[in-house]
């Protein structure tokens, strides 16, 4: 159960209960650092950290379970409005042999089911890439999928 | 008057402080003291620094407005008025029965009751964040004693206004604009929003601009700054990007403000001692209010002296309010009581938990020796 709170001039907080009794508070601050308690059921005072805005996105994806490697990570996204909802994203590296065709000739929608949703290139984001994109070696990729699409994709496409 | 020279001593001490976890406030303002009229005498106020002071607190309103959302605390209205009630009566009355006691006429006490009463939210948010308080269910009661306080400044402006000529015609102009602006503050963001999204510098000059009108307000119809400033800072809270413009002007001004203002008093020994009673009393007031609000809401002496230590501090509003409408010694020893109780807030503030550790055990050993 996850109690939200507006704490006006302080940030928002949010609260939850462990079933075993533990406490954890979560508050983000108006300067946009993240502060964390932790209370154990037995213990009457809390710990803290505090985080910055891509400390704590890394923790978020530790505790979502998902591989954190450089070349190859996903993130998965929680709605808290629809809680049976879970996106999976997943990130690669083109390589060279991907390198000068595009989208619509690699037909990945088709042959996989999974799609790309963005493309990072130096540095700049293209949300939703165009069919006829041409890839080129180094962009990272985002892609989105269930479990079975992304590993055909992964063993289609990327040949991994 | 050089300004670039008063930011030094500033940053500097901003520094300082930070080093030593202490509060800035009370540094700005000792330092104006030391080189102003107070002390060596060595800087004086001219008309270039009076209009940054003055802009610094239209600023600090403003923001304070801006914070403040109508639906959001229309929401919470019942907790923030259970929070916030006995703070207030405690405090004012204790206050304003001091300075009675201590000489001061009836005017000067009411100005010193509304100006010791408020806490700095500064210092005392600022402390919450610092010393990881914020989980703490004492902590909200805290944030909303700081929400309540913030609307009883708009109140307390109005009734320190010393414009009572013409009472009648005074109170129809701010209940006009009173309801003027909250109406208006349901279609600012609809009308307004688009001009501040832009990437030129039409959003900043806006809300610059939007943050100085109450001094315009003030000279054209005769309504307190203060007020008009908490007031459109109100009308205009619903437009997101204006509190991220504003920051770091207010920032800045309200630096210089405590600074400047310290040049320009003259602190009396005699302002100085009342000062002192008056510390005593600021602090022994919010700490037997805190008690009552813990014991009220929580059943419990503790939590109530938590929420006490935490809201000692004095600072930004005590010094706004003595500014914009002292004129005696009150201004001594207002100026005195909020030096001491910022500095020993922040301690207090910081070492609560052995505070409250020290208390219940002297509390344990009274009840079981007397068994």
Same mark, same amino acid.
Request: proline content about 3%; overall charge neutral.
């Given at each position: 159960?996850?109690?939200?709170?507006?704490?006006?001039?302080?940030?928002?907080?949010?609260?939850?209960?462990?079933?075993?009794?533990?406490?954890?508070?979560?508050?983000?601050?108006?300067?946009?650092?993240?502060?964390?308690?932790?209370?154990?059921?037995?213990?009457?005072?809390?710990?803290?950290?505090?985080?910055?805005?891509?400390?704590?996105?890394?923790?978020?994806?530790?505790?979502?379970?998902?591989?954190?490697?450089?070349?190859?990570?996903?993130?998965?996204?929680?709605?808290?409005?629809?809680?049976?909802?879970?996106?999976?994203?997943?990130?690669?590296?083109?390589?060279k042999r991907l390198h000068g065709k595009?989208?619509?000739?690699?037909?990945?929608?088709?042959?996989?089911?999974?799609?790309?949703?963005?493309?990072?290139?130096?540095?700049?984001?293209?949300?939703?890439?165009?069919?006829?994109?041409?890839?080129?070696?180094?962009?990272?990729?985002?892609?989105?999928?269930?479990?079975?699409?992304?590993?055909?994709?992964?063993?289609?496409?990327?040949?991994? | 008057?050089?300004?670039? +020279?008063?930011?030094?001593?500033?940053?500097?001490?901003?520094?300082?402080?930070?080093?030593?976890?202490?509060?800035?406030?009370?540094?700005?303002?000792?330092?104006?003291?030391?080189?102003?009229?107070?002390?060596?005498?060595?800087?004086?106020?001219?008309?270039?620094?009076?209009?940054?002071?003055?802009?610094?607190?239209?600023?600090?309103?403003?923001?304070?407005?801006?914070?403040?959302?109508?639906?959001?605390?229309?929401?919470?209205?019942?907790?923030?008025?259970?929070?916030?009630?006995?703070?207030?009566?405690?405090?004012?009355?204790?206050?304003?029965?001091?300075?009675?006691?201590?000489?001061?006429?009836?005017?000067?006490?009411? +100005?010193?009751?509304?100006?010791?009463?408020?806490?700095?939210?500064?210092?005392?948010?600022?402390?919450?964040?610092?010393?990881?308080?914020?989980?703490?269910?004492?902590?909200?009661?805290?944030?909303?004693?700081?929400?309540?306080?913030?609307?009883?400044?708009?109140?307390?402006?109005?009734?320190?206004?010393?414009?009572?000529?013409? +009472?009648?015609?005074?109170?129809?102009?701010?209940?006009?604009?009173?309801?003027?602006?909250?109406?208006?503050?349901?279609?600012?963001?609809?009308?307004?929003?688009?001009?501040?999204?832009?990437?030129?510098?039409?959003?900043?000059?806006?809300?610059?601009?939007?943050?100085?009108?109450?001094?315009?307000?003030?000279?054209?119809?005769?309504?307190?700054?203060?007020?008009?400033?908490?007031?459109?800072?109100?009308?205009?809270?619903?437009?997101?990007?204006?509190?991220?413009?504003?920051?770091?002007?207010?920032?800045?001004?309200?630096? +210089?403000?405590?600074?400047?203002?310290?040049?320009?008093?003259?602190?009396?020994?005699?302002?100085?001692?009342?000062?002192?009673?008056?510390?005593?009393?600021?602090?022994?007031?919010?700490?037997?209010?805190?008690?009552?609000?813990?014991?009220?809401?929580?059943?419990?002496?503790?939590?109530?002296?938590?929420?006490?230590?935490?809201?000692?501090?004095?600072g930004e509003f005590s010094i706004f309010?003595?500014?914009?409408?002292?004129?005696?010694?009150?201004?001594?020893?207002?100026?005195?009581?909020?030096?001491?109780?910022?500095?020993?807030?922040?301690?207090?503030?910081?070492?609560?938990?052995?505070?409250?550790?020290?208390?219940?055990?002297?509390?344990?050993?009274?009840?079981?020796?007397?068994?």
């Amino acid at each position: 159960m996850v109690r939200f709170i507006g704490l006006e001039g302080v940030g928002t907080k949010y609260e939850l209960e462990t079933k075993s009794g533990d406490r954890i508070a979560i508050i983000f601050l108006l300067n946009r650092r993240i502060q964390i308690y932790i209370q154990e059921r037995s213990c009457d005072r809390p710990c803290s950290v505090e985080l910055t805005e891509t400390e704590a996105k890394r923790l978020s994806s530790v505790l979502g379970g998902v591989p954190i490697e450089k070349e190859r990570e996903s993130v998965e996204v929680d709605f808290m409005g629809v809680p049976d909802l879970t996106l999976a994203m997943h990130t690669y590296t083109i390589t060279k042999r991907l390198h000068g065709k595009t989208i619509e000739e690699l037909a990945i929608r088709k042959r996989t089911g999974a799609n790309i949703v963005a493309v990072s290139r130096r540095g700049k984001t293209i949300i939703s890439p165009p069919p006829h994109l041409i890839f080129e070696e180094g962009d990272i990729i985002v892609v989105i999928g269930d479990k079975e699409q992304i590993e055909r994709f992964e063993k289609e496409i990327m040949g991994i | 008057m050089n300004i670039a +020279l008063a930011g030094l001593i500033c940053a500097i001490l901003a520094v300082a402080s930070k080093k030593l976890s202490l509060p800035p406030v009370p540094a700005y303002i000792l330092a104006g003291l030391i080189l102003g009229e107070t002390g060596f005498g060595v800087l004086k106020g001219d008309e270039v620094s009076n209009s940054i002071a003055e802009a610094g607190v239209i600023m600090l309103l403003f923001y304070i407005g801006l914070n403040l959302n109508p639906g959001e605390i229309s929401e919470k209205k019942k907790t923030i008025f259970h929070s916030g009630l006995y703070d207030f009566v405690i405090n004012f009355t204790l206050i304003y029965g001091i300075s009675i006691l201590a000489g001061f006429t009836h005017v000067q006490a009411f +100005l010193i009751a509304s100006a010791l009463y408020i806490s700095s939210s500064a210092i005392v948010l600022q402390s919450l964040i610092e010393n990881r308080k914020l989980m703490f269910r004492e902590s909200e009661v805290v944030i909303w004693i700081m929400v309540f306080e913030d609307i009883a400044i708009a109140l307390l402006i109005v009734l320190n206004n010393p414009e009572s000529s013409d +009472l009648l015609l005074f109170m129809v102009k701010i209940l006009a604009f009173t309801a003027l602006t909250y109406w208006l503050s349901n279609h600012m963001p609809r009308l307004l929003g688009i001009l501040f999204t832009r990437d030129d510098e039409i959003p900043v000059l806006l809300a610059f601009t939007a943050a100085l009108l109450g001094i315009a307000f003030e000279e054209f119809f005769r309504i307190p700054a203060g007020f008009t400033a908490i007031m459109l800072g109100l009308m205009l809270s619903g437009i997101k990007n204006i509190r991220e413009i504003v920051l770091p002007f207010k920032d800045v001004f309200l630096v +210089l403000f405590f600074f400047f203002f310290g040049i320009s008093v003259n602190l009396s020994s005699e302002g100085f001692v009342d000062g002192l009673i008056l510390a005593a009393a600021a602090v022994a007031g919010k700490v037997i209010s805190g008690m009552i609000t813990g014991r009220y809401l929580f059943r419990s002496w503790l939590s109530g002296l938590e929420i006490g230590l935490d809201t000692v501090a004095r600072g930004e509003f005590s010094i706004f309010l003595i500014f914009a409408f002292g004129t005696g010694k009150e201004v001594s020893a207002v100026t005195t009581a909020v030096i001491i109780t910022s500095v020993l807030g922040a301690f207090l503030a910081k070492n609560s938990a052995k505070i409250r550790n020290m208390v219940s055990e002297f509390a344990e050993r009274r009840f079981s020796s007397t068994q």
